[in-house]
């Protein structure tokens, strides 16, 4: 992680490769894919904010389904309120580049309440948020959604001392 004078914040840049492993056509593309893909974050005591981006475009696979040429930008944006809570969310605007206009991008919004807890003797963080479309592909969407997630939280294993939830 690099340092600033408004806090720390890490890029890298890399490769996305996507495996058809759907079972059906209405959950996969049939197609290989592959493309760059980058990321910007930026961290302070207290917030979080950044942006993943990934470009596929199909090179093999099924020759009778539609090929792919899809953008993913993530926006990542945390505040933490302290004892493990966070409030923000990380939505995902897809643009499928291949479909009809109505039909091409999808782009939530949302803001929601995280708590990293321990369950077990293993580090999770809990997250609920509610989402409005700013834009959805009508062809499988209204405008609002909401997001349970569960996430494991695994120590870097290449960096000493990780913080514990007792410093959260």
Do not use: C
């Not at 939505?91 to 039909?103: A, D, L, Q, R, T």
């Amino acid at each position: 992680m690099e340092k600033t004078k408004w806090g720390m914040y890490m890029w890298g840049i890399g490769g996305a490769l996507t495996i058809p492993t759907a079972t059906s056509k209405y959950t996969g593309s049939g197609k290989f894919s592959a493309g760059p893909s980058g990321m910007l974050i930026g961290f302070t005591k207290k917030t979080t904010i950044g942006l993943v981006f990934m470009q596929t475009w199909s090179f093999a696979g099924n020759a009778h389904r539609q090929d792919v040429n899809t953008s993913m930008l993530q926006i990542l944006y945390f505040f933490q309120i302290g004892n493990g809570w966070q409030l923000g969310d990380n939505p995902s605007w897809i643009f499928n580049w291949n479909m009809p206009n109505k039909n091409k991008v999808s782009m939530p919004i949302g803001f929601g309440v995280f708590k990293t807890t321990h369950i077990g003797n293993s580090l999770f963080r809990i997250g609920l948020t509610p989402r409005y479309y700013i834009m959805s592909r009508k062809i499988w969407g209204d405008k609002f959604g909401l997001s349970l997630t569960l996430t494991p939280v695994l120590n870097n294993p290449y960096k000493k001392n990780m913080p514990h939830m007792s410093n959260m």
